[in-house]
């Protein structure tokens, strides 16, 4: 597994929401992040989370994905304080 960056997605805590600021990944995981929804600017939100590192449930805008935690890495995010 990767080494999570700061403030990136995969830090968050269910119930916690972010904004996503920055996709630091690879030419063919960004337009597959980019595909699903998760563009620069849009808002997060984590759901729950799987047991053992297992993938996020999140939500993007009315859109609810599961997202592995190695690519959730890749994403920065901007924490809500809400």
Do not use: W
């Not at 063919?28 to 563009?39: I, P, T, V």
């Not at 997202?67 to 809400?82: E, F, G, K, N």
């Amino acid at each position: 597994m990767e080494k999570a960056l700061p403030n990136t997605l995969d830090a968050l805590r269910p119930g916690e929401t972010g904004t996503i600021l920055a996709l630091h990944a690879s030419a063919e995981l960004y337009r597959r992040l980019a595909a699903l929804g998760l563009r620069v600017g849009k808002h997060v939100r984590i759901l729950r989370r799987g047991r053992f590192a297992g993938p996020l449930h999140i939500r993007v805008g009315t859109t609810d994905l599961m997202l592995r935690t190695s690519d959730a890495c890749c994403i920065q995010v901007q924490r809500s304080h809400t």
